[in-house]
T-cell receptor, first 116, second 116 residues
Framework: AQSVTQLDSQVPVFEEAPVELRCNYSSSVSVYLFWYVQYPNQGLQLLLKYLSGSTLVESINGFEAEFNKSQTSFHLRKPSVHISDTAEYFCAVSEGGGGSNYKLTFGKGTLLTVNP | NAGVTQTPKFRVLKTGQSMTLLCAQDMNHEYMYWYRQDPGMGLRLIHYSVGEGTTAKGEVPDGYNVSRLKKQNFLLGLESAAPSQTSVYFC???????????????FGPGTRLTVT
């Protein structure tokens, strides 16, 4: 069975500082990896995803994540955060290659708080 | 294009009462899902459906039932509500495997349920 560990439940940072939200997964098969963002009192939105190809994936608002197979990690980074990035971020995994690969397993979330 | 909508947005139930949460999507998605979100627990899959007339159990199905009589609707029922079912419930939908963006789940805004 697959699982996802988000190592930090809360990450406070100052505006314009860099940030890294950590995500590790475990799975016995190849995986697809996702980061979702949840703004206060809203549903989840897809931020970025890794399915195959380049291990570095980027979002339209400056976040990036790198798939590291040897370390089973998919950490999310942004070089300079804004107040508007304050949200909860969820890492998720699905098993690639068929079977039940449409089901996602979520981590417990990391609350990113950007302070002025 | 409304995306995924959920009804109601808020509800308070007494222990033992029943209710149905409605999820509707207008994107012609094959797959639909019900999750619950609890503080510090991330999202956990309750039930899901891979097509009209089909349903399956997820990670935490006990105390819930679902139906998918129409492709665009996915209903979540609580027959006898318990305080442990106090949570925020999210519905999501996605294309079937092989379709465009087939690994992206689109989320509704959530239903906040309190059972007293």
């Amino acid at each position: 069975a697959q699982s996802v560990t988000q190592l930090d439940s809360q990450v406070p940072v100052f505006e314009e500082a860099p940030v890294e939200l950590r995500c590790n997964y475990s799975s016995s098969v190849s995986v697809y990896l996702f980061w979702y963002v949840q703004y206060p009192n809203q549903g989840l939105q897809l931020l970025l995803k890794y399915l195959s190809g380049s291990t570095l994936v980027e979002s339209i608002n400056g976040f990036e994540a790198e798939f590291n197979k040897s370390q089973t990690s998919f950490h999310l980074r942004k070089p300079s955060v804004h107040i508007s990035d304050t949200a909860e971020y969820f890492c998720a995994v699905s098993e690639g290659g068929g079977g039940s690969n449409y089901k996602l397993t979520f981590g417990k979330g990391t609350l990113l708080t950007v302070n002025p | 294009n409304a995306g995924v909508t959920q009804t109601p947005k808020f509800r308070v139930l007494k222990t033992g009462q029943s209710m149905t949460l409605l999820c509707a999507q207008d994107m012609n998605h094959e797959y639909m899902y019900w999750y619950r979100q609890d503080p510090g627990m991330g999202l956990r899959l309750i039930h899901y459906s891979v097509g009209e007339g089909t349903t399956a159990k997820g990670e935490v199905p006990d105390g819930y039932n679902v139906s998918r009589l129409k492709k665009q609707n996915f209903l979540l029922g609580l027959e006898s509500a318990a305080p442990s079912q106090t949570s925020v419930y999210f519905c999501a939908s996605s294309y079937s495997i092989g379709g465009p963006n087939s690994y992206e789940q689109y989320f509704g805004p959530g239903t906040r349920l309190t059972v007293t």
